[in-house]
T-cell receptor, first 117, second 112 residues
Framework: EPEVTQTPSHQVTQMGQEVILRCVPI?????FYWYRQILGQKVEFLVS????????KSEIFDDQFSVERPDGSNFTLKIRSTKLEDSAMYFC???????????????FGPGTRLTVL | RKEVEQDPGPFNVPEGATVAFNCTYS??????FFWYRQDCRKEPKLLMS???SGNEDGRFTAQLNRASQYISLLIRDSKLSDSATYLC?????????????FGKGTKLSVIP
């Protein structure tokens, strides 16, 4: 069964450093998303991406964040200057179509645990 | 503000029990509704979509009441493997987007 993959599984960084989180969405999917989950809290939407541009972003997704699809398979989330409060699990998701309709299920990757020291 | 509220947990039930989870959502424009399951430190996984007519998948039954903005999940004959956090999720369409809004989840522990 096709799945979303993410690397690395765990990233430890110093405050102020840049990090890039990588995702490979399911190959025939066209819509891509990043979510994050701070430990003990709910999953929160960050950004959606389609046709090489951001479709929508939340208020969490400020100027420190950016997304890119550098080639035909990878989808990346960059945090330019990490803060302590960026420590969280970051999930990538993808869907075949835009909902609400058949095929709109968002499939999540296993996540990258980001720890900012 | 888009909010999804769920029963506070945890629910600790014996194997074989029936357990029900409730969820309310505040955005009347929400269009699709789901239950996801999340195991500890893992990604959310779709358990089932929720339709207005109600739907059943084996031991799981989901109901939606749009007028009350209320969603439920019933698990019959609980198994140890059902132990997880159950996330109520709603969506609405933005301009070319379709973001999921999650509840905080209700933790279920099925005890032998």
């Amino acid at each position: 069964e096709p799945e979303v993959t993410q690397t690395p599984s765990h990233q430890v960084t110093q405050m102020g450093q840049e990090v890039i989180l990588r995702c490979v969405p399911i190959s025939n999917h066209l819509y891509f998303y990043w979510y994050r989950q701070i430990l003990g809290q709910k999953v929160e939407f960050l950004v959606s991406f389609y046709n090489n541009e951001i479709s929508e972003k939340s208020e969490i997704f400020d100027d420190q964040f950016s997304v890119e699809r550098p080639d035909g398979s990878n989808f990346t989330l960059k945090i330019r200057s990490t803060k302590l409060e960026d420590s969280a699990m970051y999930f990538c998701a993808s869907s075949e179509v835009l909902g609400p309709t058949m095929g709109d299920t968002q499939y999540f990757g296993p996540g990258t645990r980001l720890t900012v020291l | 503000r888009k909010e999804v509220e769920q029963d506070p947990g945890p629910f600790n039930v014996p194997e074989g029990a029936t357990v029900a989870f409730n969820c309310t959502y505040s955005n009347s424009a929400s269009q699709s509704f789901f239950w996801y399951r999340q195991d500890c430190r893992k990604e959310p996984k779709l358990l089932m979509s929720v339709y207005s007519s109600g739907n059943e998948d084996g031991r799981f039954t989901a109901q939606l009441n749009r007028a009350s903005q209320y969603i439920s999940l019933l698990i019959r004959d609980s198994k140890l493997s059902d132990s997880a956090t159950y996330l109520c999720v709603v969506t609405h369409s933005g301009a070319g987007s379709y973001q999921l809004t999650f509840g905080k989840g209700t933790k279920l522990s099925v005890i032998p």
